[in-house]
């Protein structure tokens, strides 16, 4: 136990020790609480260190000359200790909750509660662990420590009513189950279940934003194992549970992720869905599917853009007889950005295809020409040449041209591309 306190001692940043004795000064009790108490005893960074005071809201304006508040509605105030962000210290009033009818938020709040009360009120008992750097005493009503020591999730009292109350814990847990590499305890994993149609009501905001905090973890399947074994992912992501049959179907899926590099883990998590016939061409409509799902789930375009395209393209490790031409066909049709990340989604199958993952990274490095914009020629030289005038037939030359070099890069001179232009231009009958 010694230890425990002497390492959150050494943990706390002088200017929340100073928050902390400005409350106690005054006769008001302020401890850490949360995640950076969880995190400096597991050696991990503990980011923000978050107060939890005694003291009402309006008394903690007071006491502090520069503060900024927040969310005085939670009892939260912000503490300037100093210049810059990373000197603010949030404060809050220690608090209980009324009922949750709508599963996001307790329908009042109420100041003027024990510490315990406000640690009852948490999501999960290594989240709800205090020290009081004053009294130099640390406070686990729940058996935060134990926990800690087994690498387990428990939910603070009843899973299922504290699931049900407030429906994105279930996501936090299982987020939590991959962050710090811990395992859900049983009892609390079976309580997720009956409280996912709590979940539906959660923002997809908050939701996209556990789901990225899971991606960038060192292994995801720690927390998409027990999130697709509770029936998170058919809540959330239905059209991909949808596709994820048998258990071989689903530990290829989880360790596609866990072995993909971050930027692709989000077209690995859609990768189920991907359904071409043709593992040659680039699928539309898995394309389309995706794009659609991920903007309801409020990815960020850029998210979208990447992880759809590269979905369109999953399947493309199962064609056997690879070309060169074929492969730059195929890049062609993926964005210049995305072009680099496709490699490296088909470099995380359990077992790659090494000639086509070989053939794109040489493509790419040896930078073929793979758009319009990549010819030796362009469309205003293109007019000159041909004394043509604007109209889609430049667009149309330029991109049959485009076809020609995919199949053979060589091509991609001024003089070859002129008199190619010159042969279509006659063909397409201007
Ligand atoms: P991280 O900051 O790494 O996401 P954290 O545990 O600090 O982890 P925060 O969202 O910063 O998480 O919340 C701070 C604390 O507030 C948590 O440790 C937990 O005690 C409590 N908490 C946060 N969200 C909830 C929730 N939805 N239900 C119950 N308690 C919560
Ligand atoms: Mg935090």
Known sequence: ??????????????????????????????????????????????????????????????????????????????????????????????RGEGAYTDARRPDHVVFGVPLIEDLARRDLVVNAMAYDPAKHEFIDPFGGREDMAARRLRAVGNAVERFTEDGLRVMRAVRFAAQLEFVLDPETEAGIGPALPSLAKVSRERVCEELRKILSTRQPSLGLSPAHRTQI?????????????????????????????????????????????????????TVTRVADILKELKFSNAEIELASQLTGVARAPRGDAWTPPQVRHLLARLGKHSRPHAALLWAADAQPNSALVGMAQQILAEKHPLAVGDLAITGGELMKALDMKPGPAVGRILALLLQRVLEDPSLNTRETLIADAQKLELELGR
């Open 233 to 285: 992912i058919a809540s959330i992501l239905p059209a991909v549970h949808a596709r994820l049959g048998d258990s071989m179907v689903v530990a290829d899926w989880l360790g596609r992720i866990d072995r993909a590099t971050h930027d692709v883990r989000l077209a690995s998590l859609l990768e189920p869905i991907c359904d071409v016939e043709d593992p040659y061409l680039y699928d539309q409509r």
């Open 1 to 94: 136990m010694q230890d425990v306190v002497e390492r959150l001692a050494r943990a706390v940043p002088a200017n929340v020790r100073d928050v902390c004795a400005t409350l106690t000064a005054a006769g008001h009790q302020a401890v850490t609480v949360g995640g950076a108490v969880r995190d400096a005893l597991l050696g991990r960074d503990p980011g923000d260190w978050d107060v939890a005071t005694s003291a009402h809201p309006d008394e903690v304006l007071k006491l502090f000359r520069h503060t900024i508040p927040t969310g005085l509605q939670h009892g939260t105030v912000t503490v300037v200790t100093g210049k810059g962000a990373h000197t603010h210290v949030e404060v809050t009033t220690f």
